[in-house]
Structures are given as structure tokens and as C-alpha cells.
T-cell receptor
Framework: RKEVEQDPGPFNVPEGATVAFNCTYSNSASQSFFWYRQDCRKEPKLLMSVYSSGNEDGRFTAQLNRASQYISLLIRDSKLSDSATYLCVVIVGGNEKLTFGTGTRLTIIP | DTGVSQNPRHKITKRGQNVTFRCDPISEHNRLYWYRQTLGQGPEFLTYFQNEAQLEKSRLLSDRFSAERPKGSFSTLEIQRTEQGDSAMYLC???????????FGSGTRLTVV
């Protein structure tokens, strides 16, 4: 079983719609959680950290469910510029390496 | 430019040749990480340094791979006797620590023909 699992998509969503991604992780010792965004042929960039209490940054909301070991990302009022691959990332406690999911590819359609 | 710099951006090499990539981290970052990414996959951890000490190596890092960070500043990743399966994007990231976030370089795209 992969340490971090995501639906690879692709998700093709009309502009203005709301889209949600889920991600599950297998190691219960995972302590830190992130969503990264990666544009085609570019490096990953941090979108947001995910906290136990949930957090929101503009149109983006991230939530963590430790009991079920999943993380979610919600994008409201999607824009064409949101088209990218969204990578779910965890850090296992006592560790420093980022463990990435395969990424979910999102295309916003005009 | 205060970001993470990687050179070269692209490298095409013949199977069996050796290649070396360089990463210059953000200057005040003491941690440096190497990842490899193939098409349709997320980045996979290869190794990381804290200052000049190499603290962890993935089992993905076969004997043909070696990484160094001699003075705790820039790092090099060398692949000896390249194979077609080594074709990938090699990403470098630097950080002050897990709580401070990681900054990735633009990567070196390796194609082995």
C-alpha cells in the first residue's frame, strides 16, 4: 500500500465550480500535512499547510481527519489559473522527508 | 536571486555515461534534500543533508548514485553508468527545518538515451 494515496484524476471542472480532493495516508505517526501545487514541468510549490483544526486561505480550505487518516482540499469559485496538479504531502513524526502522493490533476474549463 | 538554483536545467546523456547535477540552496538553509520525479508520479525522496552531514538515504539510491555537500552549502548528485530508468526530473529543496517549509528548485531534467 502506498504511504500517501490520491485519485490521479484528471478532474475537468467548469470555471466557477467548487472542487474537492481527498488524500489518505497510511502511517498513523504522520504529524505534518501539506498541499503542494505543481504546474506542468515546474517545481512543486507549497499551497497550504493542513492543521487539525482545519484552515482556510481565500478560496482554498484544507481539513485533516486524523481518525480516518485523510486530508481534503476544497477549492471554491475555481479559476482558470487553478489548473495544475495538486500534491498531498505528509511528514512522519521524527522524520524530515516529505512523502508525496501521486498528485491529482485538475483542469478548469472556461 | 534568493531561491534554490539547480544546474543544468536539462541533460541528455548516453546510457553508461556519468552525470553530475548541482544544487545551490537558499543561503541560510542548513537542510538540503534531493528528490526524483517521473511522469505521472509525485516526487520521491532520495537523500538529505543537514549542513555537510548526509543523514538519510532512500533505498532508491543505488550504489550508482552519490550525493555530497562538502561545505554545507551547495550539493552535487552524481549518477554513474546511467541507465534509461534514471530518466527523470531531479529536484532539490532546502529548508531551515520541517516547521519552516521547503523551497524547491526548478529541477534538472535527465534524459538517458
Amino acid at each position: 500500500r502506498k504511504e500517501v494515496e490520491q485519485d490521479p484524476g484528471p478532474f475537468n471542472v467548469p470555471e466557477g465550480a467548487t472542487v474537492a480532493f481527498n488524500c489518505t495516508y497510511s502511517n498513523s505517526a504522520s504529524q505534518s500535512f501539506f498541499w503542494y501545487r505543481q504546474d506542468c514541468r515546474k517545481e512543486p510549490k507549497l499551497l497550504m499547510s493542513v492543521y487539525s483544526s482545519g484552515n482556510e486561505d481565500g478560496r482554498f480550505t484544507a481539513q485533516l481527519n486524523r481518525a480516518s487518516q485523510y486530508i481534503s482540499l476544497l477549492i471554491r469559485d475555481s479559476k482558470l489559473s487553478d489548473s495544475a496538479t495538486y500534491l498531498c504531502v505528509v511528514i512522519v513524526g521524527g522524520n524530515e522527508k516529505l512523502t508525496f502522493g501521486t498528485g491529482t490533476r485538475l483542469t478548469i474549463i472556461p | 536571486d534568493t531561491g534554490v538554483s539547480q544546474n543544468p536545467r536539462h541533460k541528455i546523456t548516453k546510457r553508461g555515461q556519468n552525470v553530475t547535477f548541482r544544487c545551490d540552496p537558499i543561503s541560510e538553509h542548513n537542510r538540503l534534500y534531493w528528490y526524483r520525479q517521473t511522469l505521472g508520479q509525485g516526487p520521491e525522496f532520495l537523500t538529505y543533508f543537514q549542513n555537510e552531514a548526509q543523514l538519510e538515504k532512500s533505498r532508491l539510491l543505488s550504489d550508482r548514485f552519490s550525493a555530497e555537500r562538502p561545505k554545507g552549502s551547495f550539493s552535487t548528485l552524481e549518477i554513474q553508468r546511467t541507465e534509461q530508468g534514471d530518466s527523470a526530473m531531479y529536484l532539490c529543496a532546502s529548508s531551515l527545518g520541517p516547521a519552516d517549509g521547503y523551497t524547491f528548485g526548478s529541477g534538472t531534467r535527465l534524459t538517458v538515451v
